[in-house]
């Protein structure tokens, strides 16, 4: 695998994480504590 392609795929991993998190912040109508989000993005 070349380091591009390894590159692009990183970026979607982050980007399919941010939507994820965002996600999850939705759920949270007063917003989330950044203690438990850092716990959910691991």
């Known amino acids: 695998m070349n380091a591009k392609k390894e590159k692009e795929s990183s970026g979607n991993q982050s980007l399919i994480r941010g939507l994820t998190l965002l996600e999850l912040l939705a759920k949270f109508p007063n ?11 691991g």
Do not use: D, N
């Open 31 to 41: 917003g989330c504590p950044l203690a438990h989000l850092a716990e959910l993005s």
